[in-house]
T-cell receptor, first 118, second 115 residues
Framework: KNQVEQSPQSLIILEGKNCTLQ??????????LRWYKQDTGRGPVSLTI?????NTKSNGRYTATLDADTKQSSLHITASQLSDSASYIC?????????????????FGKGTHLIIQP | DAGVIQSPRHEVTEMGQEVTLRCKPI?????LFWYRQTMMRGLELLIY????????DSGMPEDRFSAKMPNASFSTLKIQPSEPRDSAVYFC?????????????FGPGTRLTVL
């Protein structure tokens, strides 16, 4: 069964500290993995996408890693800011002959709720 | 571009009433998705359209839910009759068929409360 498990469910850290969020998946065959950030009261916004051949990708203070062998991804946030308080959702796409933006092969994690305290 | 537009942003209704949620996708996007989000279950895909045609509605919980896309710039999600367990945030998203990268652009959501 295709599943995406995220941990921890919630996390509270002090402003300025670093943190790492985890995403484990059993989706097969793998196509790509995307991290979304969802601010309170808003829709998710894509932070980064990881394909099979990519191990690390950075977007400012956010760095995503992917280990396709162990089927694990992490999202590392450096020098956290109050604006990083949000839910972070991991979405894994299953490889398919069907091209395009269809959602047949998307599996969503339940997210990690991150709170940055001043 | 204004992004994906949803209305209303908040809806409070009584059990048994009909609820209609509306969505305007980003111009030029030919995929449109409806999601429901709750604390317990996270984001759940309800239905999605490609070029105004429903492709997969297997996520629609039951016959009380229906969705239409009469043209490329408008879609509705209807619940009739509504029940308290339908209370959730409903998101609409759109995307391009970008070779499988699947980035979806989400609207701000409609928070539905059924009393």
């Amino acid at each position: 069964k295709n599943q995406v498990e995220q941990s921890p469910q919630s996390l509270i850290i002090l402003e300025g500290k670093n943190c790492t969020l985890q995403c484990n998946y059993t989706v097969s065959p793998f196509s790509n993995l995307r991290w979304y950030k969802q601010d309170t009261g808003r829709g998710p916004v894509s932070l980064t996408i990881m394909t099979f051949s990519e191990n690390t990708k950075s977007n400012g203070r956010y760095t995503a890693t992917l280990d396709a062998d162990t089927k694990q991804s992490s999202l590392h946030i450096t020098a956290s800011q109050l604006s990083d308080s949000a839910s972070y959702i991991c979405v894994v796409s299953r490889g398919s002959r069907r091209s395009g933006g269809g959602a047949d092969g998307l599996t969503f994690g339940k997210g990690t709720h991150l709170i940055i305290q001043p | 571009d204004a992004g994906v537009i949803q209305s209303p942003r908040h809806e409070v209704t009584e059990m048994g009433q009909e609820v209609t949620l509306r969505c305007k996708p980003i111009s030029g996007h030919d995929y449109l998705f409806w999601y429901r989000q709750t604390m317990m279950r996270g984001l759940e895909l309800l239905i999605y359209f490609n070029n105004n045609v429903p492709i997969d509605d297997s996520g629609m919980p039951e016959d009380r839910f229906s969705a239409k896309m009469p043209n490329a710039s408008f879609s509705t999600l209807k619940i009739q009759p509504s029940e308290p367990r339908d209370s959730a945030v409903y998101f609409c998203a759109s995307s391009l068929p970008a070779g499988g990268s699947n980035e979806q652009f989400f609207g701000p959501g409609t928070r539905l409360t059924v009393l």
